[in-house]
């Protein structure tokens, strides 16, 4: 599994996206900000292939909105190391092997897994 600390690697993983081809598989995921995954979508089909974790950085709620986006903002920054970036993981799609962000936000009773695409042109360059 990669273990990405540096914007340039995530960049690099970024680029092998296929951005221009329709996925019936993960289509539903598509938005380009985060959104809780839908409950009709079968999880088992994104593969984990990496994680944006650091075991070493203490768990930081920062997060980071140089230019006035929010969290739920469609071209908000993709920034390692700033919440939510530092507790996601890396999945790529079974089929076409489009990369995404997840992970799990902790509502009481359940988790609600939330997603976002990995797009290249808005990682925060470090
Ligand atoms: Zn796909």
């Not at 469609?74 to 995404?100: E, F, L, V």
Request: charged share 20%.
């Amino acid at each position: 599994m990669l273990k990405i600390t540096h914007p340039n690697d995530l960049l690099e993983l970024a680029l092998t996206n296929k951005l221009t081809s329709e996925c019936g598989t993960c289509n539903a995921l598509m938005n380009p900000g985060w959104e809780s995954v839908p409950g009709s979508f079968n999880l088992k089909l994104l593969k984990l292939i990496g994680t944006l974790r650091n075991e070493d950085s203490p768990e930081t709620w920062e997060e980071y909105h140089p230019n006035g986006t929010h969290s739920w903002s469609a071209d908000a920054p993709i920034a390692i190391g700033y919440h939510p970036y530092s507790r996601c993981d890396i999945y790529q799609c079974i089929d076409c092997t489009r990369k995404y962000l997840r992970y799990g936000e902790y509502g009481g009773y359940y988790i609600d897994e939330r997603v976002r695409p990995l797009n290249a042109y808005l990682i925060a360059k470090g």
